[in-house]
């Protein structure tokens, strides 16, 4: 995809509007970056040389005609961050010929944002390119999407994948490694979070939780998730991990190579795919009620009690 991007840029074909799409943790914000070094580039030969004053500063997220928006969180992008992006993008560059504005995660826009969105894009300022990331377009009025250029970042092959993951963490066994490129079905952000204990932890209690869970054991589940409850970006953190657990699962049980880790043989063997798919139901009720701010405590009671439910019934 550097390539074509790349290749897009050196003609000139690039539009004013590039939507990067692709699960989070896949790398569309690192991509952002190098596409708007790309733009503002003054080096020579193929842009961006990463090298020149310009691309240096957007790589390190101090050029003043590079601009971030957006954030995490359900329905945060609201229409007053539009208006401010648009009375920005009518301002002339400081220092480069153009401006690029990155706006991240727009799937969280209001429909009232992204109304406002459109306006802009009818009337492109001049020299000003828009960057958008975002999880799924299918969550975008069909308008956003047929106004930009769009591109899919795909999660690299396992092997792929575990080379790279092998030169970020030396420190790591290929045993570990594998572990996270197959639970994460090779999305290199979330492997690479495996970096920290406090991850790796939270990873392996998310394992016993699933364990219990292929049981029907609800107390014991009570017991693994107590610890998600300290703080909220944790419990999040777990609920993620978990639907990634749940989709390793799913495709164990069509191809036996998949399977991250042996112990989750039995629970493949115990819930099969429909209970696969009623849990990952429950871990989305439990993230929209996390992200609503209901307390944690109250949503991992509210998990444990709505998986055991669905076995029941
Ligand atoms: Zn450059």
Request: aromatic fraction near 6%; proline fraction near 4%.
């Amino acid at each position: 995809m550097k390539q074509t991007l790349i290749g897009t840029l050196s003609e000139g074909r690039l539009l004013h509007a590039v939507l990067i799409e692709g699960e989070s943790g896949c790398g569309k914000k690192t991509l952002a970056r190098l596409l708007a070094a790309g733009i503002l580039c003054t080096g020579q030969g193929e842009a961006p040389c990463g090298e020149c004053p310009a691309c240096r500063k957007i790589l390190e997220d101090k050029h003043p005609d590079v601009e971030w928006y957006g954030g995490q969180g359900s329905r945060s992008f609201h229409i007053d961050t539009i208006r401010a992006i648009k009375a920005s993008a009518y301002v002339a560059p400081n220092e480069a010929a153009g401006r690029v504005m990155i706006l991240t995660d727009v799937q969280n826009m209001t429909v009232q944002a992204q109304n406002a969105l459109l306006k802009v894009f009818e009337e492109p300022p001049e020299n000003v390119t828009f960057l958008l990331t975002c999880d799924n377009v299918g969550k975008l009025l069909p308008t956003i999407a047929s106004r930009a250029t769009v591109y899919r970042v795909e999660n690299p092959s396992y092997q792929e994948g575990l080379e790279f993951l092998k030169g970020k963490m030396p420190h790591k066994t290929g045993e570990e490694l594998s572990v996270f490129m197959r639970a994460f079905g090779g999305n290199l952000g979330w492997c690479q979070r495996g970096d920290s204990e406090d991850f790796v932890t939270l990873f392996w209690s998310c394992i016993g939780f699933l364990k219990r869970a292929g049981k029907g054991d609800e107390f014991g589940m009570l017991k693994q998730s107590a610890a998600w409850c300290e703080k909220g970006p944790v419990l999040l953190e777990a609920l993620q991990i978990l639907r990634y657990l749940c989709r390793n699962l799913f495709l164990a049980g069509s191809n036996a190579g998949v399977l991250c880790t042996p112990d989750l043989q039995e629970t493949q063997e115990e819930l099969d795919g429909a209970g696969i798919l009623s849990m990952i139901s429950s871990l989305e009720k439990a993230q929209s009620l996390a992200l609503q701010n209901v307390s944690a405590a109250l949503c991992v009671c509210q998990l444990c009690a709505d998986i055991k439910l669905r076995q029941l019934s």
